[in-house]
């Protein structure tokens, strides 16, 4: 079963929290700790919107916009501690930008204006 959406971050709680949030809602969600897993995924999936955190344990986020294209246009989200990271974030190829900490209504909010919120 293909999922809706995406979260690549090395932390189980972030993967967690934001796979509570968009489930409340009616999204399908997959998670990934790392690049290796994140591209297999992605590979073999047909996700709406990815969430990448940028610092993961084999490499940094940015690494997944190559595939992402390739795949054709899948969404994206950056999200990270690093506020300096938003306009480099958007240069490259994000959709959005999230600093951490967020909550979940900012969350909700940026995926209802994507054009995915299911409730």
């Known amino acids: ?4 959406i995406l979260i690549v971050d090395d932390e189980t709680e972030i993967c ?3 796979s509570s949030i968009l489930q409340k809602h009616g999204f399908s969600t ?3 700790h790392d690049l290796k897993n994140a591209m297999l995924q992605i590979e073999d ?3 709406k919107l990815v969430f990448i ?3 993961l344990p084999d490499g940094i986020g ?3 916009f190559p595939l992402l294209k390739q795949k054709g246009y ?3 989200i950056v999200i990270s501690a690093y506020d300096n990271e938003k306009e480099n974030a958007l240069k490259l190829g994000a959709d959005h930008f999230i600093s951490k900490p967020f909550d979940s209504n900012s969350v909700l909010t940026i995926v209802k204006q994507m054009n995915l919120a299911r409730s």
């Open 1 to 4: 079963m293909n999922k809706d």
């Open 16 to 18: 967690l929290l934001l």
């Open 30 to 32: 997959g998670y990934a």
């Open 45 to 47: 999936g047909q996700f």
């Open 53 to 55: 955190d940028l610092n």
């Open 62 to 64: 940015y690494d997944l």
């Open 74 to 76: 899948i969404k994206t």
